[in-house]
């Protein structure tokens, strides 16, 4: 098991020690950029290889070579499809950005194929509630979904016209949280879907 987060790899330890299966998951801090070699994974070296919403690099073809060529058997991967689910599109749209879906899901399934393999498509769709705990929170959470998209995006709108935009959006969409009256949600529930993409090792048909 393997990630680039310290943080994320002491809540994986944690985790693995509470199931009593230390002597059965090996633990390596590890990122796709980094030499998989020197950290002695193999060509090979496993039957199955998953990465699930894991996949954050500029070079998509180099990890997607990486983790083939790890696997024995099979490899499993998930991708955003559409735009990311780290971001509200209804906002984005609405506050007058041009809203730029991610196409990595396609880019896979042709790079997959060019390594000889038959990759298999299908969607996850998943739902998330928001929840706040005031109307500030959320202005701040969304206020830097939106920077954090305006500067991916080279858009630019002044500070006190994003502030006014987004502001006006939360206004038009908090509500109470149905099952807790001090928390405010979202009045529709964010959807998001996530391409699942496997295949099973041999060369192509």
Not at 51 to 61: C, F, G, K, P, Q
Not at 112 to 141: C, H, K, M, N, W
Not at 167 to 183: C, G, K, M, R, T
Request: hydrophobic share 45%; with cysteine.
């Amino acid at each position: 098991a393997a990630d680039f987060s310290s943080g994320m790899l002491a809540k994986l330890e944690e985790a693995v020690c509470a199931e009593g299966l230390q002597d059965r998951v090996r633990i390596v801090q590890l990122a796709w950029d980094d030499d998989w070699e020197a950290a002695g994974i193999h060509e090979g070296a496993f039957d199955a290889c998953f990465a699930s919403r894991s996949i954050a690099t500029e070079d998509l073809l180099g990890a997607l070579c990486k983790l083939d060529g790890a696997a024995r058997k099979r490899c499993c991967i998930t991708l955003p499809y559409s735009t990311s689910p780290r971001i509200d599109d209804r906002m984005i749209a609405d506050v007058g950005f041009a809203v730029h879906p991610s196409y990595d899901s396609s880019y896979a399934i042709a790079m997959v194929s060019a390594l000889g393999q038959l990759p298999t498509l299908t969607y996850i769709p998943t739902t998330r509630t928001d929840t706040f705990e005031s109307t500030e929170a959320a202005l701040e959470r969304y206020l830097d979904m939106a920077r954090a998209y305006e500067a991916d995006a080279q858009q630019h709108l002044p500070g006190d016209e994003l502030r006014s935009r987004v502001s006006a959006w939360l206004d038009a969409n908090l509500v109470p949280a149905a099952d807790d009256s001090h928390l405010l949600t979202l009045k529709e529930q964010r959807t998001s879907f996530w391409a699942f993409i496997a295949w099973t090792k041999g060369p192509a048909a």
